[in-house]
């Protein structure tokens, strides 16, 4: 199993910290993994981007053209990734932050209202683990211990009061997504 993952969206969004996590998890459970970031003066508005590759090989090269699977959180990265992934990839979005929905029919297209269910939850910052459940459940490469041992792993130990919240936004992100085609 090997999987090539973009997530993108805004800085401020998380993205990052969602592809460390995802990365960390794939560690815990004795994967392969890169996780290979690309940010600038974005980190606080404009678009950031991460690449995870988690793998039960080695991996070859960090670098990649196409995806397997892409998570985009707003308009611009829907624009920019949605036509590098691969045939019959997976492609999930928060349908907050896109105003023209995705197009291809070669690929699955899923759509997670991760930021109203992060008000329901009466806290923004659970948006990005809201996501990564959905992904979760699409794609089932790292389990929820996993994610809870990365969680340990990544947050500093005065926030990890914090991780039965995130686990409990990994639930419900896996709960709330939605097929589109």
């Not at 998380?14 to 794939?26: D, P, R």
């Not at 691969?86 to 759509?111: A, E, M, Q, W």
């Amino acid at each position: 199993m090997k999987k090539e993952i973009i997530i993108s969206g805004f800085g401020g969004q998380g993205v990052l910290s969602m592809g460390k996590i995802l990365a960390y998890s794939g560690l815990m459970e004795g994967k392969e993994v890169t996780w290979m970031p690309a940010y600038g003066p974005e980190q606080r508005g404009g678009t950031a981007n991460v690449t995870v590759i988690v793998s039960d090989d080695k991996i070859s090269s960090p670098i990649l053209s196409q995806y397997d699977v892409a998570i985009v959180l707003n308009q611009p990265s829907l624009d920019k990734f949605e036509s590098k992934i691969k045939p019959g990839g997976i492609l999930i979005y928060d349908g907050f932050g896109i105003i023209n929905p995705p197009t291809r029919g070669d690929i699955s297209v899923y759509r997670v209202d991760a930021m109203d269910k992060a008000a329901e939850m009466k806290n923004a910052k659970v948006f990005n683990m809201i996501v990564l459940g959905a992904f979760l459940s699409v794609c089932p490469i790292i389990s929820y211990e996993g994610m809870e041992k990365a969680l340990f792993k990544t947050l500093p130990e005065r926030h990890h009061g914090l991780i039965p919240l995130n686990m409990e936004a990994l639930r419900v992100g896996g709960e709330t997504i939605l097929r589109m085609k």
